[in-house]
């Protein structure tokens, strides 16, 4: 499974795994690319906790509206946060395994894994300041 991505420097269109050991770089002129996947019930271990970054996910539901007005805005976040930090989306009514193991009681619910491990977790949408703010904290925890 892979996504295109334009690099945001030279706008070469790049193809990038949902997993891989390294960090997603353009084609041409190797500049850090946001690195953004989605994982399930079958594929988040492999996606989320064996990243050898740390990982945002965003816990949403196609049905959420606070939902669909934070994913452009985490989608900015990962481009600020390119090389640093994989943005994985989870649809919770795909997902229902990870909704029970994390808990979900509210969508959408960001969680920062590092490791295998919830470094840190909000619920509800947040505006892109806050949001780079809560994600840089946890970075740095």
Not at 64 to 86: I, M, N, Y
Request: glycine share 6%; aromatic share 4%.
């Amino acid at each position: 499974m892979s996504d295109i991505v334009a690099c945001p420097a030279c706008g070469q269109r790049n193809r990038i795994a949902a997993t891989a050991a390294g960090r997603p770089v353009c084609g041409r002129c190797r500049a850090a690319l946001p690195w953004i996947a989605e994982a399930d019930d079958d594929t988040f271990a492999e996606v989320v906790e064996r990243s050898p970054l740390p990982v945002l996910v965003d816990m949403w539901a196609p049905w959420c509206a606070p939902c669909r007005l934070v994913g452009p805005v985490l989608k900015r976040v990962a481009g600020d946060f390119a090389g640093r930090v994989k943005l994985v989306k989870v649809n919770v009514d795909r997902a229902p395994a990870l909704s029970q193991r994390f808990d979900v009681q509210a969508v959408p619910t960001l969680m920062v894994v590092d490791g295998g491990q919830v470094k840190a977790r909000q619920a509800g949408a947040a505006p892109a300041a806050a949001l780079r703010r809560w994600v840089e904290q946890a970075l740095s925890a």
